[in-house]
């Protein structure tokens, strides 16, 4: 059970895997007003970087669930470079279907909503893991333009229109869920650029140390038509951001 190598390649570069910078994820923390103590599970964990750095500055404590070993071991290394291995854990596993052995007080999937089939059955799942009053997290793309073409729509990795939903209606589906939307920050061009481009630097680098490797072909095809197909494709007409929401 693990990530496909493709994958934990490209984003080896990564302390976030999303389009999401430090300074937002930082501003994000701040803006839901954490307490020290506040429990949280994270779904999809990646390499840890918003338990690690939220123990850090607000005194969270919790711990994250992610399928690929690398990455696990990633945000496990961050914790102990932070001083937080007491506070926060990272367990190796499918995230999906995963609940807290005790009600937390917020509970997130950022950017993998897959775990759950999509946003409705991730909100189901983070649910269950959630106290009473608690705070949901949720990190999902969004149209920021409306795609023109299924060329666009497949650039971005997903087969059909209506599997992002412009911002208005994502924010509306959570309403109809029944959850306020009580705090988001959204990533911006520049958010899209640094990790995209922290990709092609990666990939750059794995291609240097690994000319023969099996990988090796698809991933000079990556490179070489991956930058211009992001800018005309993704750059203008993707978002990404990260909603806070409480039930109604």
């Known amino acids: 059970m693990d990530l496909p190598r493709h994958f934990v390649i490209r984003e080896s570069g990564h ?3 999303n389009p999401f910078s430090p300074e937002k994820l930082a501003i994000l923390g701040r803006a839901l007003g ?6 949280a599970l994270d779904l999809a964990s990646g390499s840890g970087e ?3 750095t939220w123990a850090r500055d607000h005194g969270l404590t919790g711990t994250g669930v992610d399928i690929s070993t690398v990455f696990t071991a990633a945000a496990q290394a961050r914790a102990a470079d932070l001083g937080v291995a007491d506070r926060v854990r990272f367990e190796h596993g499918d995230a999906a279907g995963h609940v807290a052995a005790e009600p937390v007080d917020l509970a997130a999937c950022i950017g993998a909503t897959w775990i759950g089939n999509g946003v409705a059955g991730t909100v189901e799942l983070l649910q ?5 009053g608690g705070l949901m997290l949720i990190g999902e793309p969004y149209w920021r333009i409306d795609p023109p073409d299924q ?11 209506d599997d992002f939903r412009a911002l208005p209606e994502l924010l509306e589906q959570f309403g109809d869920l029944g959850y306020d939307v009580v ?3 959204l990533a911006d061009q520049d958010s899209w650029d640094r990790y995209s481009g922290a990709q092609w630097l ?4 794995w291609l240097d140390e690994n000319p023969d490797d099996e990988l090796a072909e698809s991933f000079r095809a990556e490179l070489r038509d991956g ?5 005309r494709f993704r750059r203008e007409y993707l978002g990404w951001g990260v909603f806070a929401l409480m039930r109604r």
């Not at 954490?34 to 429990?39: F, I, K, R, S």
């Not at 269950?128 to 009473?132: K, M």
């Not at 930058?227 to 800018?231: E, F, I, L, M, V």
């Open 183 to 185: 705090e988001m920050v």
């Open 151 to 161: 060329e666009t729509v497949e650039a971005n990795h997903t087969a059909s229109k």
């Open 128 to 132: 269950r893991s959630l106290r009473p």
């Open 50 to 52: 918003m338990l690690c």
């Open 15 to 17: 302390r976030i895997h």
């Open 227 to 231: 930058p211009a197909r992001y800018a």
């Open 34 to 39: 954490l307490t020290p103590g506040t429990t």
């Open 202 to 205: 990666s990939i750059r680098r």
